[in-house]
């Protein structure tokens, strides 16, 4: 049997008891820093560029590291021992804490573990690809992952009614910058082009680079226009959770081929055992 455990300022407990005061500014002002990572063999992956990236956007409210790499790990071993869950998906979300005064005034970050199953994404999704749609708009904070999404969600409620799995930003310029949960990849022949101005710093996308570069691939990041999607082989997104995966057609013109291509499968298989063996490895330290 498995259940839920999630944990509020390091403290574990059954998933219905996690509640917090209607005070919290994440709450009331929207002001939350998330990120989500999933475990490997149980353990978390790449934790330390997840806390980076974390503190830099709880750093937009004022909000310094209020806890450690070692905290978080113990939380999240905790929680896999009382849950009975092989792997666990994590979000983990830090806020200013409770109103204390004035319009913002907070004195104690909050930080929050919500881990739960895996539930990885469905085979079908890597053997047949996903589809994706474009939508007007720019993400507020676009180099951070706040918990303010909603712009994203006009977007993929668009893409949702066509049966899209996800939506393309698409700015001033015509450029698709990033997915509303994703980074975006393409591929002409030999070269991966990725936006890098104008998105997220994805952490999947980075720990791709140099696989990608290994496996004898050119990386090129700047922009990437509409247009030029459809000249490309492949079309990839990527997410700690999703990994990378193949998106075969765009506001209902095909990619490439319109089938997954080679390369997402062999960059799949190249990633999943570098993240496994990194997850290994970081736990050690
Ligand atoms: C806007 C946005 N871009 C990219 C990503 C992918 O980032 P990562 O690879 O770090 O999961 C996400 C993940 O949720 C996201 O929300």
Redesign the pocket.
């Given at each position: 049997m498995t259940s839920d455990f999630f944990a509020i300022d390091g403290r574990v407990m059954p998933a219905a008891d996690a509640v917090l005061p209607v005070l919290d500014l994440g709450f009331l002002r929207g002001l939350g820093a998330f990120?989500?990572?999933r475990t490997y063999g149980g353990h978390p992956h790449?934790l330390p560029?997840?806390l980076d990236?974390l503190w830099g956007t709880a750093a937009l409210f004022g909000v310094a590291p209020c806890f450690t790499d070692a905290d978080l790990r113990r939380v999240v071993a905790r929680i896999l021992e009382l849950s009975g869950h092989d792997e666990v998906r994590v979000n983990l979300v830090v806020s200013p804490g409770d109103h204390t005064s004035g319009v913002f005034g907070a004195e104690k970050p909050r930080w929050v573990v919500i881990a739960r199953d895996l539930h990885a994404p469905p085979e079908a999704w890597y053997e047949r690809g996903v589809t994706a749609t474009t939508f007007r708009g720019e993400?507020p904070s676009?180099h951070h992952?706040t918990t303010n999404?909603l712009c994203?969600r006009t977007g993929l409620q668009a893409a949702e009614v066509t049966g899209a799995h996800e939506a393309f930003?698409l700015n001033a310029a015509d450029e698709v910058t990033?997915?509303?949960?994703?980074?975006i990849l393409a591929r002409f022949g030999t070269t991966i082009r990725t936006p890098i101005t104008t998105?997220?710093?994805?952490?999947?996308?980075?720990?791709l680079k140099p696989l990608a570069e290994a496996e004898g691939l050119r990386w090129e990041e700047g922009p990437l226009p509409r247009a030029d999607l459809f000249t490309a082989d492949e079309l990839w997104?990527?997410?700690?959770?999703?990994e990378i995966l193949s998106v075969v057609a765009v506001d209902g013109q095909p990619i490439g081929a319109g089938t997954v291509g080679p390369w997402a499968k062999r960059l799949r298989i190249v990633y999943q055992a570098d993240a496994i063996a990194s997850a290994a490895r970081d736990a050690k330290n």
């Open positions: 990120e989500t990572f790449a560029a997840h990236r993400r676009v992952k999404y994203g930003y990033e997915g509303v949960t994703s980074n998105c997220l710093p994805g952490i999947t996308k980075a720990g997104i990527t997410s700690a959770v999703r």
